[in-house]
């Protein structure tokens, strides 16, 4: 048996917790030796606390943002911003979202459920930012920028800035039954 601490936050659309949450997934991280962190950022408050926290020298950051055209602009995410961090080594991911893409069309165009939605539904159970979370590491993993052999901390959250972290053993899109969520390091508590 081992015990471990789950951080919970009351307040869970607060943006103040994001700053909170990252310095823990660094402890998290220190303590444990992972180096992969895949962030979920869409305007990019997050991302620019996260280089704050945690700096390319020391991990493998990844930026996972909305897709283009998520909400009828063509990205959200701040595109000076997105450079400024591209140039001290945070990589980013900008596709479409492994949950959504085409099965967000067939349910837009067609009506009912597709297997996307269930997934994303039964994480929500958990929290927003549990589905965001495993949905993020699977973006990664497509993209090739997290190992899918090891474990990995996923940071997201509801609505802005983070009120979640997890480690998992992530897998691509393709093997998303795979994904083996380890710990919960922080969740809302709704």
């Known amino acids: 048996m081992k015990e471990e601490k789950i951080i919970y936050f009351e307040d869970y659309r607060e943006q103040e917790n994001t700053k909170l949450l990252l310095e823990a997934v660094k402890d998290y991280c220190e303590k444990n030796g992972i180096k992969d962190v895949v962030i979920a950022s869409t305007r990019g408050l997050t991302a620019r606390l996260a280089s704050q926290v945690l700096p390319t020298a020391e991990y493998n950051v990844v930026i996972v943002t909305h897709e283009c055209w998520f909400r009828d602009v063509k990205q959200e995410f701040d595109e000076k911003l997105r450079e400024e961090l591209k140039s001290k080594g945070y990589k980013f991911v900008t596709a479409a979202h492994a949950m959504g893409g085409v099965d967000r069309a067939v349910r837009n165009k067609l009506g009912g459920y597709t297997p996307g939605d269930l997934i994303a539904t039964t994480l929500r159970m958990f929290s927003e930012g549990?589905?965001?979370?495993?949905?993020?590491?699977?973006?990664?993993?497509?993209?090739?920028?997290?190992?899918i052999d090891r474990e990995v901390v996923a940071v997201a959250g509801t609505g802005r800035g983070a009120d979640t972290a997890i480690v998992l053993e992530p897998k691509p899109s393709k093997r998303i039954f795979d994904t083996k969520i380890k710990k919960i390091l922080a969740k809302p508590l709704y």
Do not use: Q
Not at 137 to 144: Q, R
């Open 130 to 147: 549990m589905k965001v979370a495993v949905e993020i590491t699977c973006m990664a993993a497509d993209a090739g920028m997290i190992p």
